[in-house]
């Protein structure tokens, strides 16, 4: 009898692409590294197979590696249950795959790293969503607390809340590599368990997000100019415009920066010296009114549209300023003409910011005042801090 080759069609064959792996169990460690490092970026719903069954939530490794000797050579074992939380589906009943290794008898689950840290029943992008909220209801814990009760009906202890903002790391990145080089500077109270702290800021007035934020005990000068310098070493170094504090000048030219004084922080120390020199001296009616007539003199060059024009105005205010009241010539000669660069370095360049009003408004969105007098430690004061930074810089970065 003839024998005859007959052509079997290959979906009756038990058919298995082999790889390199399959033969030496050398190569399936490295191949099981190599898949986890790539998955590591992902999302966890990526690495592992996920699915409902009548209520129940199943979980099972998608790679089936050993990871005592990296064999594929793995048979199921069952589940353990585990009661897991998420965010959009709540307390889920899940059902972990359990595996025994055929080639060294290793007994192992199903890795859940990707999905919730060790010991915790909470999942990543539970507290990742916890996080968020911390950003959008400017860190009440209270508040988060109801929120995600009546959005899930897990009833989670704020405490546990604030305990995940303590533990979160600020990633204190840089959203852009190149500053512009134009800066405001300022730094504001923020009460810690009764005792007021500093928060130093220096804020990118061109691409409108701050540089770096730091809460320090106390405000020195030593503190002040080793913050602005670590964190412009490497920048352009062009402007940095800050309050009045007779502190900030010195060090931020001995930086080398060019310096300029706040025109909102100018005119409310104006009026502030003017009101107090009024009530100290119970001048009269008219010589009040003559002081404050003269006062808007000063405050005119503020509007001057042109170097030029406001160094005209001021010469001429000088030939005169014999006629004007005893206030107004200290105002003149002691804070005017010594510091007349520093007032008006915004008519030489158009891109400084001749007021710090962007780095106020900074302040008021990431750290309010009812916030800012309620921190305990100074860790929980920065995290409030980067997490509305987050928020800031997506809707606020400029790029040109």
């Not at 002040?224 to 415009?241: E, P, Y």
Request: aromatic content about 14%.
């Amino acid at each position: 009898m003839n024998s005859v080759k007959l052509i079997a069609p290959i979906g009756c064959l038990n058919y298995k692409q082999y790889k390199l792996s399959d033969f030496f169990e050398s190569f399936s460690k490295y191949e099981f590294e190599v898949d986890k490092k790539r998955n590591k970026a992902n999302k966890y719903d990526n690495s592992l197979v996920m699915y409902f069954k009548k209520g129940i939530l199943y979980i099972r490794d998608d790679f089936g590696v050993c990871p005592s000797c990296y064999s594929k050579s793995v048979s199921s074992d069952g589940y353990n249950d585990r009661l897991l939380y998420f965010y959009d589906e709540g307390a889920v009943n899940a059902k972990i795959k359990r595996y025994t290794c055929d080639n060294c008898g290793y007994n192992f689950i199903t890795d859940l790293n990707e999905v919730v840290e060790p010991g915790c029943n909470y999942t990543r992008l539970f507290k990742e969503k916890i996080l968020e909220f911390v950003s959008l209801f400017l860190g009440s814990v209270r508040k988060i607390a109801y929120k995600v009760k009546k959005d899930t009906g897990i009833d989670i202890s704020h405490t546990t809340i604030e305990n995940w903002i303590l533990e979160t790391e600020n990633e204190n990145k840089d959203i852009i590599k190149d500053y512009s080089g134009y800066y405001e500077f300022d730094v504001e109270h923020a009460k810690i368990k009764s005792t007021w702290n500093y928060r130093y800021t220096l804020f990118d007035s061109t691409h409108n997000i701050s540089v770096a934020d730091e809460v320090y005990p106390k405000e020195k000068k030593d503190l002040i100019k080793d913050f602005l310098d670590v964190n412009t070493h490497n920048q352009k170094k062009i402007s940095i415009t800050s309050d009045l504090d007779d502190k900030y000048k010195p060090i931020i030219e001995k930086l080398g920066f060019k310096h300029q004084y706040c025109l909102v922080h100018a005119r409310k120390n104006i009026n502030k010296t003017i009101k107090e020199y009024i009530k100290e001296n119970n001048t009269e009616k008219d010589e009040t009114k003559k002081i404050k007539d003269y006062k808007y003199k000063i405050f005119e060059l503020f509007e001057s549209t042109s170097y030029d024009k406001a160094k005209t105005d001021f010469n001429n205010i000088l030939k005169d300023i014999k006629d004007y009241p005893e206030i107004i010539r200290q105002i003149t000669l002691k804070q005017i003409m010594p510091n007349f660069e520093t007032y008006f370095l915004f008519l030489k360049d158009p891109k400084v910011p001749k007021t710090t009003n962007q780095i106020e408004n900074y302040f008021q969105k990431t750290l309010p005042q009812h916030i800012k007098k309620i921190m305990k430690i100074p860790k929980g004061v920065m995290t409030r801090i980067w997490q509305r930074k987050k928020i800031w810089d997506t809707r606020n970065l400029k790029t040109t």
